[in-house]
Nanobody
Framework: QAQLLESGGGLVQPGGSLNLSCAGSGNIFNLATMGWYRQASGKQRELVAT???????NYADSVKGRFTISRDNAKNTVYLRMNSLKPEDTAVYYC?????????WGRGTQVTVSS
């Protein structure tokens, strides 16, 4: 299991940008598929973006063209660059690491998009 810690959330105006980071520890990071998920109040957790260990990415349709996932294996860190933020992007954003049966989650970071 990996231990994950998210940072970078906050309050931003519509149209603004935020950078989320997720620092991982443990021995699965480099071979894990890393992902960002989000959960808005009263809604189910949903996928935002994932990146495999080989660099393949997958994005939710709602964030394509606005969000970019990246990773630095040397630093055991995965990032989410969020541009053109909308009020509907407001949620708690969670970092995830999956490798085989191992599936780890961070505690989440709040992102609020409001004027």
């Amino acid at each position: 299991q990996a231990q994950l810690l998210e940072s970078g959330g906050g309050l931003v105006q519509p149209g603004g940008s935020l950078n989320l980071s997720c620092a991982g520890s443990g021995n699965i990071f480099n071979l894990a598929t890393m992902g960002w998920y989000r959960q808005a109040s009263g809604k189910q957790r949903e996928l935002v973006a994932t990146m495999t260990s080989s660099g393949s990415t997958n994005y939710a349709d709602s964030v394509k063209g606005r969000f970019t996932i990246s990773r630095d294996n040397a630093k055991n860190t995965v990032y989410l660059r969020m541009n053109s933020l909308k009020p509907e992007d407001t949620a708690v954003y969670y970092c995830n690491a999956k490798r085989g049966p191992a599936n780890s989650w961070g505690r989440g970071t709040q992102v609020t998009v409001s004027s």
